[in-house]
């Protein structure tokens, strides 16, 4: 079992900045692949951001690329999303997740079996 936390998120001005973090614990080692992922009322759960093991490998959705960035601090077993040039449109609840295999696209949240329970980014026009 991978348990999630995160942290980090509020209510900030269009153009502003945040930095999500995920804390994770537990069985650890079983996690190839940490994603952030993020929910508005009556939309579906998107995928955001991905990063591999190791970092060696991100992926973003495009309506985030060169504003967002994750990382990872595998000392720490924590996982971050830095998130800049906000945009109203960026306003949802925010989730990590974990997957322990690879396999499926990594911005499908079907293929991820461990979720935190979730941070509220609010953006401001």
């Known amino acids: 079992q991978v348990q999630l936390v995160e942290s980090g998120g509020g209510s900030v001005q269009a153009g502003g900045s945040l930095r999500l973090s995920c804390a994770a614990s537990?069985?650890?080692?079983?996690?190839?692949?940490l994603g952030w992922f993020r929910q508005a009322p009556g939309k579906e759960r998107e995928g955001v951001a991905a990063i591999y093991t190791g970092g060696r490998r991100t992926d973003y959705a495009d309506s985030v690329k060169g504003r967002f960035t994750i990382s990872q601090d595998n000392a720490k077993n924590t996982l971050y999303l830095e998130m800049n040039s906000l945009k109203p449109e960026d306003t949802a609840m925010y989730y990590c997740?974990?997957?322990?295999?690879?396999?499926?696209?990594?911005?499908?949240?079907?293929?991820?079996?461990?979720w935190g329970q979730g941070t509220q980014v609010t953006v401001s026009s």
């Open positions: 537990g069985d650890t080692y079983s996690s190839n692949c």
């Open positions: 997740a974990a997957k322990t295999v690879y396999g499926g696209a990594w911005y499908r949240a079907a293929t991820y079996k461990y």
